[in-house]
């Protein structure tokens, strides 16, 4: 199956190019795709490293995949990719990728902890080919929805923030009595008809 998605796919890191050049020739651990420029495993992540479980068991790593790993804003950053650009984005600035996708293939991530490499769940299928039916990745997940509706869901998030309602509450779905007389009963009814998921959360975190 990894084989197959390397072979008909873009893997993320091959998006944006390159600074650095190896001498090792394989495998890459982390994309699966050849080089005959890469480096040594071991000497690549640190001893925090602990996503083994994500590799595919060879000691090399591509200069794509080598620059996302020495690159501390690929972890410390929400960003996008498209084009043979990475663009670094404050929250308040992810929005707009998603209001107006770039061309495909492109690719959106979004960090609230600002130290995971969530950039390697998403090698592929965190690669959008379709900018109506989005993936973001978010941390280590990834986050399906369709564009329109995760704008609508925004859109009544924001709505309920601006009335007062705290972001805590929110992302607990544990409104008081209070938050629905700021709210509105038909405003409380449309929350409650999205509660749950993470396309719920990421939409609280952005709004």
């Known amino acids: 199956m990894k084989t197959y998605l390397v072979e008909r796919t873009v893997p993320l890191t091959h998006l944006v190019p390159s600074p650095y050049k190896g001498e090792l020739e394989g495998r890459c651990a982390f994309c699966f795709c050849e080089t005959s420029k890469g480096f040594p495993l071991k000497k690549s992540v640190s001893e925090a490293f602990t996503d083994y479980s994500e590799l595919h068991g060879s000691q090399v790593v591509c200069p794509h995949c080598y620059y996302f790993l020495k690159e501390p804003k690929f972890r410390k950053s929400c960003w996008a990719i498209s084009q043979n650009t990475a663009v670094f984005l404050k929250k308040s600035e992810v929005v707009k990728y998603i209001e107006g996708p770039p061309q495909p293939p492109y ?24 900018r109506e039916r989005i993936v973001v990745g978010y941390d280590t997940e990834l986050v399906w ?20 309602v705290s972001k805590k509450r929110l992302y607990s779905r544990t409104l008081t009595p209070r938050d629905l007389e700021k709210i509105g009963l038909d405003l409380y009814e449309s929350l409650k008809s999205i509660w749950g998921g993470l396309d719920y959360e990421l939409a609280v975190y952005l709004a």
């Not at 929805?145 to 007062?164: D, I, M, N, Q, S």
Request: aromatic letters at 18%; hydrophobic letters at 50%; a positive charge.
């Open 107 to 130: 690719a959106v991530y979004v960090t609230k902890t600002f130290k995971k490499h969530g950039w390697i769940r998403m090698m592929f299928r965190g690669v959008n080919y379709s």
């Open 145 to 164: 929805f369709p564009r329109t509706w995760f704008l609508e869901v925004l859109e009544l998030v924001r709505t309920a923030v601006a009335k007062g």
